[in-house]
């Protein structure tokens, strides 16, 4: 495995957790409505007939659910993962469960989605 594949497992990872601890405040954010106790949530479109999201930013990670064409979703922040198609970032996505979700088929709502 190389060294930016470690790398960008262990920024998922980080960001897992993260986002797991913060994951009852963030639930009941209103579309990235402001709040000092947790982060803005940013939104997207989703473009593929049916995206796999997943547990991992790559596509040999276990799916967790699917998205579909047109489906509005929550992203929580984005990092660097396997490339798809000449894009290699990756939404975490916390609508419901948090899975992975590449930015080759979630078109950004409104400002990009910060770094996690």
Known sequence: MSFRSRLAISVAVGALVA??????????????????????????VVTADTLLLRSAPHRGSHVIRTAHRGQVVKIFCKTVGQNIQGNPLWYLLPDGTWAWGSARYIKNIGPAPRWC
Do not use: C, I, N, T
């Open 19 to 44: 986002a797991a601890a913060a994951s009852p405040a963030v639930a009941g954010d209103d579309w990235g409505g402001h709040h000092e106790k947790h982060p803005k949530l940013y939104k997207g």
